[in-house]
């Protein structure tokens, strides 16, 4: 499970690249599917559980994760995240402007982390269902969600993002 990929990760790019030309930039789906399933949305389904012996990659993203989406080609080009639609915490509003947007990125990469659950870099809320969409065990999905949320809440990280302690 990758939470928050970042602009480096050469399989999140690959995603990027190899995405259905129906599918937004922020939810890389793919045609045909692949065992890569991407979650962070906080209103989506429940994952469906890892049934198969094959291997499964989980990616928690959300569209206003300027970790994931940081590029110094915003200073001359669009970022793909800024194409219609935008993602579900992105501003359908925003307006790309040559350097100007490459800075307000490299602002948000330093305020990442103070957005609310859910939303940038925050991806507590999400822990729990990236869990059970990758290892899904024979418990089924709502018992091992339970468990994993209380984990997730016990063990996230600090609000100063010290090291992860035990609340």
């Known amino acids: 499970m990758w939470v928050g990929p970042t602009f480096n990760n050469p399989l999140w790019n690959r995603m990027l690249d190899d995405r259905s030309s129906s599918n937004p930039a922020w939810y890389p789906g793919q045609d045909p599917p692949t065992p890569v399933r991407i979650l962070g949305a906080p209103d989506e389904d429940p994952p469906v559980p890892h049934t198969t012996d094959e291997g499964r990659i989980v990616y928690l993203t959300h569209p206003s994760d300027p970790v994931t989406w940081a590029s110094i080609s915003s200073l001359w080009w669009r970022p793909v995240w800024m194409h219609r639609p935008t993602g579900y915490d992105v501003p359908n509003t925003l307006r790309w402007m040559p350097g100007v947007t490459f ?4 602002v948000d990469l330093m305020a990442g982390f103070s957005a609310p659950p859910g939303h940038g870099h ?14 899904a065990p024979t418990a089924g999905p709502a ?4 468990a994993c949320a209380r984990c997730s809440t016990r063990f996230a990280p600090t609000r100063d993002h010290g090291p992860i302690v035990s609340r």
Do not use: E
């Not at 800075?103 to 490299?106: E, L």
């Not at 018992?143 to 339970?146: A, I, V, Y």
């Open 122 to 135: 925050d991806y507590v809320p999400n822990i729990a269902d990236g869990w059970v969409a990758t290892v």
């Open 143 to 146: 018992p091992t969600r339970c």
């Open 103 to 106: 800075v307000q990125n490299v």
